[in-house]
């Protein structure tokens, strides 16, 4: 088959290229042993970067964080090892562009999933891309954190809230993504609600515009003062007090908000119980009797 200038581009390519020591770049790993990692550069040599050079990270595993085919950034330390490979190191490489990746994670908010490698005195130290972060102790659950160490070796997903080079800062929060998390949950279980239901549930906090009622399941809403009782009220305490069960029809689940009657519960109540006493007399046998006799007396036999 005839060769064509196509076949040899990547030759070429390589051929034309300039690397330097300093450089940051790229390229794909073709092998894996406990002491390095060997690069393919797209370049007429190889690229090795020994196990010490890969991350700062304690809990960084040569053999089970690095696969072939994995593309790695990494910088020119050296343009010969003695064996005409290119040496570099990822970490250097880390230390110039992981920040702009970091900065750029903070930005887009993005969920990074991380494995906490220690604790220390305030709070727990995860790596994201072989920069050493920060979680605060109030950043490691919705709740207080009494027991630091329950956290040692754990795996969260966390987002990136802080970061600044120049002081070597990074500080991670899996808070923020349990919050959002249980308000997605929360926004869930909220437009389930069909409006016109009637529910029960107890009164958790009375307010001067209304009551607030727990509906189970993490859910509570609101029976504004004026849907409290028919009859008008200047002060929620009047009726109700904290504790109390009650029976609230949902009115509407607007901007994930649920707002709440107590008023139409016993409108719909009086409405059913009229509707109830009127079926009953039209279709009492008394009141047929009665109205049959007298039709029989207006008779002539």
Known sequence: MEETMKDYEKELEASFRKIKEGDVIQGTVIGVSEEEVTLDLKYYTQGIIKASELSDDPKFSIMEDVKAGDVIEATVVKMDDGQGNILLSKKEANAVLAWDVLTRY???????????????????????EGIRGFIPASHLSL??????????????????????????????????????????????????????????????????????????????????????????????????KVGDKVKVKVLNTNNGK????????????????????????????????????????????
Not at 112 to 127: F, H, N, Q, R, T
Not at 152 to 158: A, G, I, N, P, Q
Not at 194 to 213: D, K, N, R, W
């Open 106 to 128: 903070m930005e887009e908010k993005k969920s990074l999933d991380v494995k906490v490698s220690d604790i220390v005195k305030a709070g727990a130290i995860a790596y994201v």
């Open 258 to 301: 649920i707002s709440l009657s107590m008023k139409a519960v016993e409108e719909q109540h009086q409405a059913e119980e009229t509707e109830r006493i009127d079926v009953k007399k039209f279709t009492s046998g008394s009141s047929v009797g009665t109205n049959l006799g007298d039709l029989l007396k207006k008779l002539d036999i």
């Open 143 to 240: 709740s207080y954190v009494e027991n630091l160490d329950e956290f040692k070796d754990k795996e969260l997903t966390v987002r990136v809230i802080t970061v600044d080079q120049n002081k070597k800062k990074l500080v991670l929060s899996a808070k923020e993504v349990l919050k959002e998390q249980k308000k997605e949950e929360h926004d869930h279980k909220v437009a389930m609600l069909v409006p016109g239901t009637i529910m029960e549930g107890t009164v958790e906090s009375l307010q001067a515009y209304g009551a607030f009622v727990d509906l189970q399941e993490g859910l509570s809403g609101l029976v504004h003062i004026s849907q409290i009782s028919q009859k008008r009220i200047s002060k929620p305490s009047e009726v109700l």
